[in-house]
């Protein structure tokens, strides 16, 4: 019998109940929302210990919400921070995502988060086209670089790292990179509803199988649209639906994807986007990207990226909801 766990977000996991004594399942809190993670080994090892190491570690690294972490410091000015391999991944990432995107992913709109409230200070009072135009000075991938000695360098101090749309798809790879050390081939990992799975589910001897949750879902009710079988991939999902904050002075309302090109905060056509990528921290990023990109320009890049597969939601001219499939994402869709 099968049991379906609703997720507080937009993806939704199905699994078997328990049946061999090699099935593990652990949940717990990382990066400011819970994780639940299924696999299967026959070794005796504190696997919530090796895991919570790893959670910590990533933390250290880029987590903006830590006074103390390496981006933080970084982002404070501090230009003898010699930051390690998760920080040069998560950039390693987010730079090439940038290029293929021509700037619709840049991890430099930290300054643009914070001034609308979708950071970790609070939000400017008001955002008129002079302070916009001041703030875009502070915008642009093109302006950073990690040097050969590992530190950071950045055209002008104010320039904030904000590697939200990335970290979490990174530290989610990481969590199954610990896992495969320690001889874990079949495993699924749900974090803050973005998804990793290696292997199969060995209850039934098939691909991982999860749900892509309705666009008009309730928080109360959830319901699905859709379901997709996943093996070795990462899959990630963004949407404006529940994400945005209203101006309590003038009523305005924010919605949590930039345009780091503009500095707008206003969404476009597309209402929700969900992909599948080889690496979760891949697939984070461009579930962000075409949010920003809008229907047509994610479909043009998508013809460029192979092994990027993605399931678009958004508004016709009669603001009735459609979907977008690419081929590859059609094929993985279940009963």
């Known amino acids: ?32 929302t819970t994780y639940n993670i ?23 690294s880029v987590s903006t919400y830590l006074p103390d972490s390496d981006i933080s410091k970084v982002n404070q000015g501090d230009s003898t921070i010699v930051v390690d391999s998760i920080f040069k991944e998560v950039f390693k990432i987010s730079e090439e995502v940038n290029k293929k995107t021509n700037g619709y992913f840049d991890p430099t709109i930290g300054v643009l988060r914070n001034a609308y409230g979708f950071g970790d200070v609070k939000p400017m009072k008001e955002i008129d086209s002079t302070t916009l135009d001041s703030l ?4 642009g ?31 989610i790879d990481c969590l199954g990179s610990y896992l495969e050390s320690k ?3 079949d495993y699924l990992i749900e974090l803050g509803g973005e998804i990793l799975t290696k292997g199969e589910n060995l209850e039934n001897n098939q691909d991982w199988v999860v749900g892509i949750e309705t666009v008009d879902s309730e928080l109360e009710n959830r319901s699905f649209e859709a379901i997709v079988k996943l093996k070795n991939v990462g899959m990630a999902s963004s949407g404006n639906y529940r994400k945005f904050r209203i101006d309590s002075a003038t009523g305005k309302k ?7 090109l503009t500095g707008s905060a206003e969404k476009s056509d597309v209402t929700s986007s969900t992909v599948i ?21 994610s479909k043009e890049l998508l013809k460029n990226l192979p092994d990027v597969e993605a399931y678009l939601t958004f508004n016709d001219s009669l603001n009735k909801h459609q979907v977008f499939m690419t081929e590859g994402f059609k094929k993985r869709l279940g009963n």
């Open 1 to 32: 019998m099968k049991k379906l766990i609703f997720i507080p977000v937009l993806l939704l996991f199905i699994f078997c109940e328990k049946k061999e004594t090699d099935y593990l399942f652990l949940q717990g809190e990382a990066f400011g």
């Open 38 to 60: 299924q696999f299967y080994s026959e070794k005796d090892i504190d696997f919530k210990k090796g895991l919570d190491s790893v959670i910590d570690a990533v933390n250290h």
């Open 136 to 139: 875009m000075k502070f915008v």
């Open 141 to 171: 991938f093109n302006k950073v670089k990690i040097n050969g000695d590992g530190t950071v360098s950045k055209k002008y101090p104010e320039i904030y790292f904000d590697f939200n749309a990335v970290a979490k798809g990174f530290g």
């Open 183 to 185: 001889g874990v081939t």
């Open 254 to 260: 924010y919605v949590h994807t930039l345009n780091p």
């Open 277 to 297: 990528a080889p690496t979760c921290g891949v697939a984070d990023a461009y579930a962000t990207s075409f949010m920003a990109l809008g229907l047509e320009k």
